[in-house]
């Protein structure tokens, strides 16, 4: 590995006396860098110190939000922060750590360029390490769940989603095959928990929406099924809210499947272990999270479910000048009024967390003593769809409207810079005064698809099921044997 004299646009030949590395740009790596970098201000300008932070994207992505820029109530550039505007005071570098070696305190980075270059990863140096990789979805090993399951941690994924539901409502407006027709308008969600929820509510209700302007589809042809291996979902509302969720959505004709679990989805069919089969084109995955695989390529101790062991004041246990919280870390609970309980990895403790991080990181740089992360979880607000909610705060239960509204007002609330507020503010106020966007941009994805046509080359993006499509093969036009010849 070649070693990064110059990693983040310092000044050239000179090594700041300390340089602290943040790994990953979201809620924990942006919150915590923007908190260091107004708390050391005045050092940062004499260059005394530095913060770098290593993201694979050059943005922070607000995960609530995700659902309504699926459903089309938000542009998608603006459930994202760009990282360069907001931490205009640290170095931003793009890629991603693959190592790192604590000991010697030094990180592997793979970034856009080393690939190009030839040297193999970058090796940078760190006086003081924020891990905060984040999560990975957690899936199973489930035949035909790798080949044709839908994610949904990333903006990406949410709007390559609406755009697979919008394409397949075409698919099942055009085609004279019933089977295909069936399977177009069949839409399986796996897990219960806030992320499969609000997408579902918020989908159907777009797509319920959508129907109007096609001639032979209607709502009733469309079927949603809700898979959840537990007998409740959305947990963190509490049971009687969680019963009410049920209710709700199956008022709207979706299928709540409780106790129930994803055996298979191979060749275009849903599988679940009560027996039901489902022949469907759209499978999302949503059954929970794993820490990040770098957690395991470091020399730091680890719980046994892979997350990082900290300290109530956020340090790496037992171990000197590495700092963790979020999705990544493992963090005791001191509310919870019992030996061994931990934040649950949820964004409401990892923002609260990063104020205590950020002021822990300057105070020992100082040579302060730190103070320990406590905070008593407030509770949860969830989104069913446009003007449905459920929420659970501070003893208080809420249901429909005044529920979505409070799940709008907070998230807007936690929305990062008042730019993104405003924006965000500004497109709710436009979507209730026209009507909603129905149209599918999938082409966005290979915009160069039809230049390739044109030269002659050969097609080599997704057909119009789009790369989520749960064809046989990823470019969504069926079986290798079904395609052209000359096709991808």
Not at 458 to 485: A, E, F, I, M, V
Request: glycine fraction near 10%.
């Amino acid at each position: 590995m070649v070693k990064a004299a110059n990693p983040g646009g310092t000044t050239p030949g000179r090594r700041p006396d300390r340089r602290i590395l943040v790994v990953g740009g979201g809620y924990v790596g942006m919150y915590t860098a923007l908190r260091l970098q107004r708390t050391l201000k005045a050092e940062l300008g004499r260059g005394e110190v530095e913060i770098l932070v290593v993201t694979r994207d050059p943005y922070m992505t607000y995960q609530p939000f995700l659902p309504e820029a699926a459903a089309g109530n938000i542009s998608p550039r603006h459930v994202v922060v760009p990282l360069r505007r907001v931490l205009d005071k640290c170095a931003i570098l793009i890629g991603e750590a693959t190592a790192i070696d604590h000991a010697k305190r030094t990180a592997a980075v793979r970034t856009l360029a080393t690939d190009e270059e030839g040297a193999g990863p970058r090796e940078i140096s760190y006086d003081e390490l924020v891990l905060a990789p984040g999560s990975i979805s957690r899936t199973l090993p489930i035949p035909g769940l790798a080949d044709h399951g839908i994610g949904f941690k990333a903006v990406e994924e949410a709007i390559g989603l609406r755009n697979h539901v919008i394409e397949q409502m075409d698919i099942a407006s055009s085609t004279r095959d019933p089977a295909i027709r069936d399977a177009a308008l069949t839409f399986v969600f796996v897990g219960g928990g806030f992320a499969g929820v609000e997408a579902l509510g918020e989908l159907e209700d777009m797509a319920r929406y959508a129907a109007r302007y096609y001639h032979n589809i209607k709502p009733a042809d469309l079927k949603w099924i809700l898979v959840e291996a537990t007998d409740r979902i959305l947990p963190e509302v509490g049971e009687r809210m969680g019963k009410y969720a049920v209710r709700e959505l199956r008022a709207r004709n979706i299928d709540v499947r409780l106790e129930t679990r994803l055996e298979s989805c191979e060749d275009r069919v849903a599988v679940l272990s009560d027996g039901s089969r489902f022949p469907t084109r759209t499978v999302v995955w949503t059954a929970g999270v794993r820490p990040a695989p770098l957690l395991a390529a470091t020399d730091l101790p680890l719980n046994e479910r892979g997350r990082l062991r900290c300290t109530a004041q956020l340090t790496v246990d037992g171990v000197e000048h590495a700092w963790s919280a979020g999705d990544a870390a493992a963090v005791p609970d001191l509310t919870a009024g019992e030996p061994g309980a931990e934040c649950a990895p949820n964004a409401q403790h990892a923002l609260r967390q990063t104020k205590v991080l950020a002021e822990n990181i300057a105070a020992s740089l100082s040579g302060r003593p730190l103070r320990e992360y406590a905070h008593k979880y407030a509770g949860s607000v969830a989104s069913l769809g446009l003007h449905k909610g459920v929420a659970h705060v501070y003893g208080r239960k809420l249901k429909g409207y005044p529920a979505w509204l409070m799940h709008r007002m907070y998230h807007l609330n936690r929305m990062p810079t008042f730019n993104r507020k405003a924006r965000v503010l500004a497109e709710w106020t436009l979507a209730g005064l026209f009507k909603r966007e129905i149209v599918s941009l999938g082409s966005l994805e290979h915009p160069r698809a039809e230049f390739e046509l044109a030269a002659g080359g050969r097609r080599t993006s997704q057909g119009p099921d789009g790369p989520l499509g749960s064809g046989d093969s990823k470019d969504g036009h069926g079986s290798p044997k079904d395609r052209p010849k000359d096709g991808p």
